[in-house]
Structures are given as structure tokens and as C-alpha cells.
């Protein structure tokens, strides 16, 4: 028989999660990581960028809190404290994610995997030596690394968001490839830290997933941070000369000490030799699956940013994970389909279900019900009225579809909002359910009102 | 002074047609030849052009609702001037003939209709959603409810079918107290719905009795209340109940019969790539309704039509061509067919399959054809039979040319063959007439000498 009941092919947020959820289930499970445990989310992604925007949100803080009464002196950042304090709760994290696995009886393997048929797996270790493995079921969960298109110099000033990461100082100047999520979160970071950054985005505007009222607030406060953005056309011409990025956006000359490359993400299934399993991949490398994660053979799921159309966040390879672990053990779980998006620009953003742009394209009639932040009593006394929050709203029956909301702690926010439209809450639920006060989440109630035009806090329009 | 906007009358058979949709609202600014609204024919939708400037100051008939022609359906004129609330009564029109919708007698051509099943064909306007064309059927309107308003407006709150309740009060009156049982019985209180799924329902009046849940431990989520309501009978459109009016009517009165034979067009697709080569760019089909036409002069009983009583021979071939479209299939006419030579036909069918494609078709150009050919060809298909359209005393069904073993001259070659078959009314055709009519249009399609003389 097979040396496993379940192999997981990295230990990333869907891969561990699904050994630990297998393991659970009673299933003789080992997962195999070929770098870090934790995957690229704790260690090259969330995890690290939102410890170093912690650091840049203190010093944001300490230096401009003056219309709080706060005057601090001689302000300053060592960013090399920041970045070893980074590598501190990284370390800690992964070390948690190994502990996790063991504790639930998962076997740890290090090595680069490989398929060798449907159940069979070869594992070239760190040593060198090659290792056979074979498994009842095999979770694909290897993730993906930036893309790097071809036209870019290869040059050290020239890198990716990982690379980024093991900075030991900020350039005086970055150039950011792509506005996308990533993009923006390290312009906001980098930006609050004092770095002159300019953002060049090809599309018409920065982070198109988003509705454009959404796009208009986060626009106007990066550029209050001093974050130049440049929209609607390429970045051409790119070369490394004298120490210098450079490169030209229509007929603008625009230069950076560093260029941050953020134009997506590819999923890492090459090097899986998926062909010698049978597993179908498409065009783009990714691997389609049904609703519960089953590739097109039976015996092989995967999970996460390699999955076709997947969203490519941490939390959905999680759930997806999970699901696909319980399928194996014959459950009949599968992929939940609303998932919240979480940004953490500044301000922050968070989205889940379908945006107003998303919804009006499926022909859906809907309504939205908007309540800004600059109306409510704790963003007020917080000082954070920038923003609102949004439902997306069936306008006949006022089902929340979507929502989105902009300003201080959204990313928190927008937990209620994803409760609310996976379980098809309406309006009325919503807006009869007592919201703490005085707190940034009454706004989700407040918002509920709107939709019937009967907001408390606003004037009657 | 406003001006009416009259429903027009687009062909000599229209008699009556819905505004699908309004381009224009009141108050908008109407320029002369601006598109006012589009119009649903049994035919085709069309587009109307207004004839005057000014604004659009009142809609008096809404999208989907049926009217004669000639109906006054708004008022163009200028801004701020008074026009009645009512609309005024149609204009003076000749009253249309009931005769209309009697039978197939040559004086009253009738809509070709589709010979074949394919796809019913929705106009867009109509979606599944907004069935307004006519009323939908309502099985169960038929018996009125007796119940107590408690009981509907209890029935009502808990989304359930009252007409599913047995009544227990005063000659079967359904009271509050049967619905409580009912809900009892089917234990109700353990029914899960999610809030907007329950909306949905009390919306569109959902039994949620009858819903399966496909939620956490079964609750009933909003796609389980959506696909309870596509379940629902959705009105054809005027287009979808006309054809099949006309083929049940086809069917029930026509006695059909069929024969097939096997035309070898290898020489002929031979022949048409050499035409090809010199520039000359023929379809199969031009040869086939060529081969059909010149057929139909050979035997024009095939050309005839009859009540049963009298038969009426056509006179010109005004030949049906079938055309497959997004939303459905039309069967535009090639008017004295007979008349054209090889290279016009090839044009007519060029430019009216375009139209039909497009949707530019007008009614009286699907009108009248006194025998059709309907070609499925380019679908893959080997043989099939195809339905006369009333009218009509035959209908020849093309399939496509399929490469296979034939023996010529008592060896086995590889030919192209193609199927077809005749569709005949068998009260003026005789099998062996049926017979000698495919058997005619074969031999030209064999003859590669007459294509010769024709090109």
C-alpha cells in the first residue's frame, strides 16, 4: 500500500492547514516544504509586510499627532531594528506552524517535490539524496512566486517583493512596477517611512478590483503621503545606469534608487511535473479544480494561488485547505465562495463579495448604501474620518452581495460584512442588529439605514 | 402641434405586435430618424424610427404589451405641451381580415416557420426573468381559493403555497388553523432560510415547503429560491408560440411522408473547388436550391398547395431558404426564384442570410415561399426529416456530405455523399411523384455537364 493516506506538497496557508485538518481526520499525513514553513504568507508576505507597517504606522503616529495634543521631538526610525524585529516574529511564527504539525502527528519532510505518477512523489532533499514517497491522496499547495517579465534588467536594484523584504535600509527613492495590491501596500509602507515613491501602473487606475469610489479615497491619501501616481500607461524603456532605476511613463522620465516589481504573481507548478500525474494545467499554469478542489484525477486536490481563478490570499488557501483535506476523508465540504480581501495600504481597505462594477456586470440590479466615516462620533475622536464603509445591495430585496469599506481599520471591518453576505443577510438584519458604541462598526449598521434612506446620523436627504 | 406615434404596420400580414423596449424616455429630446423603440413581430424585432422632432411627452403603451398596428403608443411635440392622458383610438385602419389566421390558402401566405428543433428562439427583450409578453399560465388559477385572510396573510408571512392547504371551516374555507397544521406537519419551525433567500421568496410567492436546502444542514440559501422560480413556466415569445402553432397545426393537418435518397456530390464539390480557384465563389447549397428550383418547374405539383378541397399550383418557385440565427431560425423567401440565374441566386442568399444574421429582415421578406429547403449541412448531421410549413406541399431536409465507401462501376471508391429528404403532403403528392422530385434534384446535383452550363 501507499507509504501515506494524505501527502501535502508545501507548507504554506493551504498546505499546513490541510495536512493538519487531514491529520485530524485520522490520516497517516506528511507534507513536504522545500524553503520555509509558513510559506510565502509568514514569511515573505503578510506576515513580515504587516510588521514593518506596524513600525511605519508608529512612527506615522508619533511624528504627526500634534492635533491630538502630542508633540514628540526628534522623531526617528532605524530600520534596520525594524527589520530585525520583522525577522523576530517571522522566525516565531514558523517555528509555531512546524510545532502545529507535529503536535497533530503530521511528518515534516524537507525537499523540492516532484511527481513520479499519481500517487508517487520523488523529494530531492537538502542533502542531495532523492527520496521516494507515495500517498493515497496528494494536496497541491506550492503556491506562487512574483512574476519577473523577461523585458526587466537583470540587475540587484531591480527585484521582487521578497527581496524587498530582506532590505536592511529604505531606498531614498523607490520606482513601483504595478499598482496593484501589492504595489500600493509597499508604496504606503516605504512612503510613511519618509521614501519618495512613485507608483506606474499600466491600467487606468490603481487596484482595479476595487469600485472606483473606493480607488478615489485611497488615491488622494497616498498622494497626500506624497506617493506619486502615474496610471494608464506602461513603464518602458527600463535601465540600471549609475546606481539608478530608470524608465519612461509616456514621455516622462521617471528615476528610483530601487524597482519594486509587483506586475503579479506566478503559480509554481513547473517544477511539479504534474504531466507524469495526468493533472491538467492550463495556459497560464494553473490548475483547474471543482468545487471541492479535485483536480481532474481523483486522487490529487490543490489549493491556493496555483488553483485556476483562485483569488491568490492566504485565508482562501486556508479554506481551501481545510476543504479539500475533509473531501479526502470522504466529507462532503467544499470551497466557500465568499471570501474578504483584506489591503493593508494606507488607509486600509477591505472587500468581500461582489463589488458594485462586478455585480452590475451579472446583470444584477442593485443599490448601494454608503455611510462615511466623517459622520461617526469615534472616527472623529480617533481622527479617522477618511473613508466610509459600502454595501453592495439586491434592490429588490436588499441582500447584502458585496461590500467595501476604506479608512481606519477596515481590514478588521470587513469581517462583520463577509459574515453578513455569506450567510444572505438583508439590509434589515443588518440595521436591527445593536452595534456597539462608540465604535468604527456602528458605520455597517448605519450604512444598513441609508439603504432605506433612514439613517439616524445624517441629514435627511 | 403633437404629433402621434402610431405602431406601424410592417408587412401585409402584421396585424398586431409588442414594443419590446423603449429607446427614448418621456421627456426626451426626439431628433427626426432617432430610433424610438424597438418592435416584436411573430417575425423578427425591428427597429422605429421616429418621424419628428421634438420631445418624446407621452408613452401610452409600456415594453410587452401586444396592440394592433396603427395604434397610437405616445406623442412627439414640444416641450411643455398638453396631450391627452388616454391614448386616442387607433387610427383608420382597414380592419384586419379574421380570415387571416385561417388556414394555409395560397391568397393568405402564412409565416414559413422553422422546419427543424433547434433552440427556442428568445428575443433578448424578453428575458426568463420578465415573462410580460402575454400572460403566463397559471395551472392552479383556475380554481378559486377559499380562505380566511388570517390564514392568507399567515400563509403569506411563512411563504406557503395556500393552494397546497386542504380547508377545515365552513365549505372547505381554509382558516388560520389549517395553515398552523400544515406548518406543524411539515415541521416548519426546523425549516432554515437565510433572511434574503425568505425575501426572495415572499417576493416572487416561492412555496418554501416545496425548496431543498443546499445550505449548512440544509437551509434554504437564495440560489435554492432561484432555481425553484426557473422552474417556473416562462411565456414563449411571439416568435417561439407561432412556430409552434403553425407546425402542431402542420403535423395535425398535413399527412407527411418521406424519401430520402443519397446524392454523390464528389464531382460536384470537385467542380466547385475549381470554381473556387478561379475566383467564382458557389456554396453546396446554391447548387442544391438551384438543383431544387429547376426541379420544382419539372414538377410543379410539388409547387402546389392544397385545402383538401382544391389544389392551387404556386406559379413561381418563391422558394424558403431556412437560416439558422442567434435566437432561433428564420426562413427568408427568394422571390420568382426560377427567374435567376445561378450567380443572382448565389447573391440573394449572400445578402439575405446576412440580414437574417443581422436581424434586419423585414416581415413580408419571410413571407409566402411555396416551398423550402431547409440545410443542416454545416451541423454535423447525417440525415433528417423536416416539417412542411402549412402552405406549402413539401420541404426538403439537406444533411451534410459524409466521405464514405461507394461502389462505382462495381468498384468501391471513397465519395462524398449527401442525404436528402422530402417532406410531402401526401393528399396531393404520390410517393411515386415524392420519388421522381428527389430523384430529379439528385440527378442535377450529379451532373456536372448542367453546373457547367449554368456557371
Known sequence: ?461 | MAQAVIFPKLGQTMEEGAIVKWLKKEGDAVAKGDILFEIETDKANLEVESFFEGVLLKIYVREGVTVPVNTVVGFVGASGEKVPDQPPAAEAAPAPAPAAEAAAAPAAPVAPVAPVATPAPVPQASAPAKPVALPAPVPAAAKRLVISPRARALAQAACIDPSRLKGTGPNGRIVEKDVRALMSAANYEALRITPAAKRLAAEKSVDILSVRGSGDGGRIMVEDIERALRRRPVTLSRMRQIIARRLVESKQTIPHFYVTVKADITDLMTFRADLKAKGLSYSVNDFVLEAVILSLEEFPVVNSVTDGVTVSWRGDVDLGMAVSVDNGLVVPVIRAAQSLTLAELNAQTKALAEKARTGKLLPDEMAGSTFTVSNMGMLNVDQFTAIINPGEAGILAVSSGRQVPAVVNGEVKIRTMMAMTLSADHRIVDGAVGAQFVNAIRAKLENIDLWKALV
Not at chain 1, 524553503?35 to 513600525?55: D, Q, R, V, Y
Not at chain 1, 493515497?136 to 527581496?163: C, Q
Not at chain 1, 466557500?336 to 455585480?359: N, Q, Y
Request: hydrophobic fraction near 45%; aromatic fraction near 4%; charged fraction near 20%.
Open chain 1, 1 to 461: 500500500m501507499f507509504d501515506y493516506d494524505v501527502i501535502v506538497i508545501g507548507a504554506g496557508p493551504g498546505g499546513y492547514p490541510a495536512a493538519i485538518r487531514a491529520a485530524q481526520l485520522g490520516k497517516k499525513t506528511a507534507i513536504i516544504e522545500k524553503e520555509a514553513f509558513g510559506g510565502t504568507c509568514l514569511n515573505w508576505g503578510c506576515i513580515p509586510t504587516k510588521t514593518l507597517i506596524a513600525s511605519a504606522e508608529r512612527f506615522h503616529h508619533a511624528a504627526h499627532s500634534e492635533v491630538f495634543g502630542v508633540t514628540a521631538k526628534g522623531v526617528a526610525f532605524d530600520y534596520a531594528v525594524m527589520a530585525a524585529r520583522k525577522d523576530e516574529i517571522v522566525k516565531r511564527l514558523s517555528g509555531g506552524v512546524q510545532g502545529l504539525l507535529k503536535s497533530n502527528g503530521v511528518t515534516l519532510i524537507a525537499g523540492a517535490a516532484r511527481f513520479e505518477g499519481p500517487n508517487r512523489l520523488s523529494v530531492v532533499q537538502p542533502d542531495g539524496d532523492t527520496r521516494w514517497l507515495s500517498a493515497a491522496t496528494i494536496i497541491i499547495a506550492a503556491g506562487s512566486d512574483a512574476a519577473m517579465p523577461g523585458f526587466l534588467p537583470k540587475d540587484k536594484r531591480v527585484m521582487d517583493s521578497r527581496a524587498f523584504l530582506d532590505l536592511k535600509a529604505l531606498p531614498k527613492r523607490l520606482l513601483v512596477l504595478g499598482g496593484g495590491v501589492i504595489g500600493c501596500e509597499f508604496a504606503c509602507m516605504a512612503a510613511a517611512l519618509g521614501t519618495r515613491v512613485t507608483v506606474v501602473e499600466m491600467l487606468e487606475d490603481i487596484v482595479m478590483v476595487l469600485d472606483r469610489d473606493v480607488r478615489r479615497v485611497l488615491r488622494k491619501r497616498m498622494e497626500t503621503l506624497g506617493v506619486t501616481l502615474l496610471t494608464g500607461a506602461p513603464l518602458t524603456g527600463i535601465a540600471v545606469k549609475d546606481g539608478t532605476v530608470s524608465g519612461m511613463y509616456k514621455d516622462q522620465a521617471v528615476t528610483g534608487d530601487l524597482l519594486l516589481v509587483a506586475v503579479g504573481r506566478r503559480p509554481n507548478t513547473a517544477a511539479l511535473d504534474l504531466a507524469r500525474a495526468g493533472v491538467k494545467v492550463d495556459e497560464r499554469g494553473t490548475i483547474p479544480v471543482d468545487a471541492q478542489g479535485r483536480t481532474n484525477v481523483a486522487s490529487i486536490f490543490a489549493v491556493g494561488d496555483l488553483v485556476t481563478g483562485s483569488i491568490q490570499l492566504a485565508h482562501a488557501a486556508t479554506q481551501q485547505g481545510v476543504a479539500a483535506a475533509e473531501a479526502a476523508a470522504g466529507m462532503k465540504s467544499a470551497v466557500e465562495k465568499v471570501c474578504p480581501s483584506c489591503i493593508f495600504t494606507s488607509p486600509e481597505i477591505g472587500l468581500a463579495g461582489l463589488t458594485e462594477a462586478k455585480a452590475q456586470q451579472l446583470g444584477r440590479t442593485v443599490k448601494t448604501a454608503i455611510f462615511p466615516f466623517a459622520a461617526l462620533g469615534k472616527a472623529m475622536a480617533a481622527g479617522e474620518t477618511d473613508g466610509f464603509v459600502k454595501w453592495i445591495c439586491d434592490s429588490a430585496t436588499g441582500q447584502v452581495l458585496g461590500a467595501q469599506t476604506v479608512g481606519a481599520h477596515a481590514t478588521e471591518l470587513i469581517a462583520e460584512a463577509a459574515l453578513a453576505i455569506r450567510n444572505e443577510l438583508t439590509v434589515d438584519e443588518v440595521g436591527r442588529t445593536i452595534h456597539s458604541h462608540p465604535t468604527m462598526s456602528e458605520a455597517w449598521m448605519e450604512a444598513a439605514h441609508a439603504f432605506h434612506n433612514a439613517c439616524i446620523h445624517l441629514p435627511k436627504r
